[in-house]
């Protein structure tokens, strides 16, 4: 079955940086649209960004853009989220999500089980 395992959450001063990764299994990874949506207590889903199966095009939401990147290595069946000049409003569960489409992501089945970052002032 898929899985989709994140990791590299935790705990970090504002201003600081973390890198999260999402290890993928159970799919044919280089042929799906992997995402990264975030959700903070009390709050929504929220999308953060997304990068096309290449590679080639990346997509990010307007409160994150300039600051994280999306990577990808289809050899280690691995999506990466590269986190800078974090914030305190950064703070939620952090979920990578597969999808065959970007247009799908939100209602796609294979999420993965999420990783905290906790941003400190």
């Known amino acids: 079955q898929v899985q989709l395992v994140e990791s590299g959450g935790g705990l970090v001063q504002a201003g600081g940086s973390l890198r999260l990764s999402c290890a993928a299994s159970?799919?044919?990874?280089?042929?799906?649209?992997m995402g990264w949506f975030r959700q903070a207590p009390g709050k929504e889903r929220e999308f953060v960004g997304c990068?096309?199966?290449?590679?080639?095009?990346?997509y990010y939401a307007d409160s994150v853009k300039g600051r994280f990147t999306i990577s990808r290595d289809n050899a280690k069946n691995t999506v990466y989220l590269q986190m800078n000049s974090l914030k305190r409003e950064d703070t939620a569960v952090y979920y990578c999500?597969?999808?065959?489409?970007?247009?799908?992501?939100?209602?796609?089945?294979?999420w993965g089980q999420g990783t905290q970052v906790t941003v400190s002032s």
């Open positions: 990068i096309s199966w290449s590679g080639v095009i990346t």
């Open positions: 999500a597969a999808a065959q489409t970007s247009q799908t992501l939100d209602r796609t089945g294979y």
């Open positions: 159970g799919l044919t990874f280089s042929s799906y649209v």
